[in-house]
C-alpha cells in the first residue's frame, strides 16, 4: 500500500502469488499480437493478483498444456445468452477424430436425433438454418461446443472410446456442495463433445443439473418425479441439450422434493428409476445420475439403477468423514438390490494447490481407495463456478481454463477405463 492509501494494480505488479487461475491463458494468445484472451473483454478485473500470463505454470496440479492452434486463437470466445441457436448436424466429413460412426447411433432415444459432433468443422462449414439476431455477439451454442473441442483437442489425437455397453454411473456423496453436479455436467458435456452418447439423470430436487445444461426444470415441466411416482416412461420426459449433440437429460424440478416421502408407499420403491433407465428404448453410452446431498430413498434409487459409483471427494478437511456411512450404504444396497453395485471410480474435486491440506486429503484418498481414484484432479477454479449462471458447463464456458481441461482428463481416463474393465449391468 501506497503513503496515500492506493494500492499497487495486482494485475500489472503480479505482487500477490495467487495460483488459483480466474482465466484462460492461451499460449501464445499475447505474441500473437491480440490485446486480450478470448474472454477477457467480458470479465471484471481478477481480485486475486494473477497477471494474465502467469496463470498457467508447468506446476499446475491440475493443469494441462493447451496447444491451441492459430485457429483456436483468433476464434473469439463470447458468452452466449440466445435461447434461439440450435445445433446443426455435422456431417460425416466433420466427425470428431477417432469417432467411428456406429451402428448403434441408429437407435436414437425418441427425443431427438444424434449427430456425430465434428470438431474438425471449420467456421465456414457449420451452417445454421437459423441466424442469430446478433450474429456477432451471439453465435449458436454448438458454435461454442465446436470451439471447445478444437481448444481441449487441438490436433484430434485425443479420441473417448465409446462403451460396449450403457455405463449408468451414480454420482454420490451426501456431503453437499462437494462437485457432484459440476462434475455430473461437466464429465457429460466432455464425454458428449467426444462422440459418447449421453444421459443426465437430475436426481436433487434443487435441479442444479438441470440448470447447469439450461435444461427448462420450472414447476409444471415434466421431470424425473413423473418417472418415478406415476410411472411415465423416462423418454417422455427427456429433453435434448441445446448445443451440445449427443446429451440429453431428464430434469428435476420443486415437485422432486416431495418424491422421497412419496415413494415411502410406492410399490417397488427403490427400483423405480432403475426400472424406468431399462426400459428407455433409445441406446446411452453414458447415464449420469446426480444424486442429492442425502442417502434417503432418491439416493438409493439410484443405487439400485446404476453399476458404478463415482464418489467426488472435495479436498478439505472433512472430506472423508462420512463417506463411511456412504460406502455402508453402497454395500447394503449391494446385498440387497444390486449386486453389479461397484465404486468404480474417486474423483477429487476442488483441489487447492496453496494449501499442504490439498495434498494431504489427496494422499489419505489415494491411500484408501488406490486405482480407483483418477489420476486427474479438479483444481478450484473460478471458471467452473462461474459457468452453471451462463446455463453452460465450463467446456464450452472456458474450454481453455483449468477447470476445463481437467474434467476433460477425467472424462478422457473414464472413457478408457471403461474400455479396459467393462462394466456392465448385463455383465
Ligand atoms: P454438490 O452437487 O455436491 O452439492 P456442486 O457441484 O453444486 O456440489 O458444487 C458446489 C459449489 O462449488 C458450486 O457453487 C460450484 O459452482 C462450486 N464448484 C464446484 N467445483 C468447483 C471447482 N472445481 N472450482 C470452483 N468452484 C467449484
Ligand atoms: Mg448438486
Redesign the pocket.
Known amino acids: 500500500m501506497h503513503d496515500d492509501g492506493r494500492y499497487d494494480d495486482p494485475r500489472v505488479t503480479g505482487a500477490a502469488d495467487d495460483p488459483v487461475s480466474r482465466e484462460t491463458e492461451y499460449p501464445g494468445w499475447r505474441s500473437a499480437g491480440a490485446p486480450q484472451s478470448p474472454s477477457e473483454s467480458d470479465r471484471e478485473a481478477p481480485t486475486s493478483g494473477v497477471p494474465w500470463s502467469s496463470a498457467r505454470d508447468a506446476s499446475d496440479p491440475g493443469g494441462r498444456p493447451v496447444n491451441a492452434t492459430p485457429e483456436a486463437r483468433v476464434i473469439p470466445i463470447r458468452r452466449n445468452t440466445s435461447a434461439s441457436a440450435r445445433f446443426e448436424p455435422a456431417t460425416a466429413s466433420q466427425q470428431a477424430p477417432g469417432v467411428v460412426p456406429d451402428p448403434r447411433s441408429t437407435a436414437d432415444p425418441p427425443v431427438a436425433s444424434a449427430a456425430p459432433y465434428g470438431p474438425t468443422g471449420t467456421d465456414a462449414a457449420y451452417v445454421s438454418h437459423e441466424t442469430p439476431t446478433r450474429e456477432e455477439d451471439d453465435p449458436p451454442l454448438a458454435m461454442e461446443a465446436m470451439r471447445a473441442v478444437q481448444i481441449l483437442n487441438p490436433s484430434g489425437e485425443v479420441s473417448m472410446p465409446r462403451p460396449e455397453r450403457t455405463r449408468v454411473m451414480c ?1 454420490a ?1 451426501q ?11 461437466n464429465l457429460a458435456v466432455a464425454l458428449a463433445l467426444h462422440g459418447n452418447r449421453v444421459l443426465v439423470v437430475d436426481l ?1 430436487p ?1 435441479g ?2 438441470s440448470t447447469g445444461l439450461n435444461v427448462p426444470h420450472h414447476t409444471g415441466v415434466p421431470d424425473v418425479y413423473e418417472c418415478l411416482i406415476n410411472s411415465v416412461p423416462l423418454e417422455e420426459v427427456t429433453q435434448a441439450v441445446e448445443g451440445i449433440p449427443n446429451l440429453w437429460c431428464v430434469p428435476a424440478t420443486i415437485d422432486l422434493a416431495g418424491a422421497e416421502i412419496e415413494l415411502v408407499s410406492v410399490v417397488a420403491r427403490e427400483s423405480r428409476l432403475a426400472r424406468a433407465i431399462d426400459a428407455y428404448p433409445g441406446h446411452f453410452d453414458y447415464v449420469f445420475i ?1 444424486c442429492p ?1 442425502s442417502l434417503g430413498l432418491l439416493t438409493v434409487n439410484a443405487l439400485v439403477a446404476a453399476q458404478e459409483v463415482l464418489i ?1 471427494i ?1 479436498c478439505e478437511y472433512y472430506a472423508l468423514e462420512g463417506l463411511n456411512q456412504l460406502i455402508n450404504n453402497i454395500n447394503l444396497v449391494r446385498q440387497h438390490l444390486n449386486p453389479r453395485l461397484a465404486v468404480s471410480t474417486i474423483l477429487l ?3 487447492d494447490r496453496r494449501t499442504r491440506l490439498a495434498d494431504a486429503v489427496e494422499q489419505d484418498v489415494r491411500n484408501h481407495f488406490g486405482d480407483k481414484v483418477l489420476q486427474a484432479v ?11 449462471s451462463y446455463g453452460q458447463s465450463v467446456m464450452t464456458y472456458d474450454p481453455g481454463s483449468r ?1 476445463a481441461t ?1 474434467y476433460f482428463e477425467a472424462a478422457q481416463e473414464i472413457a478408457e477405463r471403461g474400455v479396459k474393465e467393462p462394466v456392465s449391468r448385463n455383465a
Open positions: 454420482v456423496n456431503k453437499g456442495g462437494v462437485g457432484k453436479t459440476t462434475t455430473t455436467v436433487d434443487q442444479n443439473a446426480d446431498p467426488p472435495q474435486t476442488m483441489y479438479i483444481p478450484r477454479n473460478v471458471r467452473v463456478s462461474e459457468a452453471p477447470g481437467s
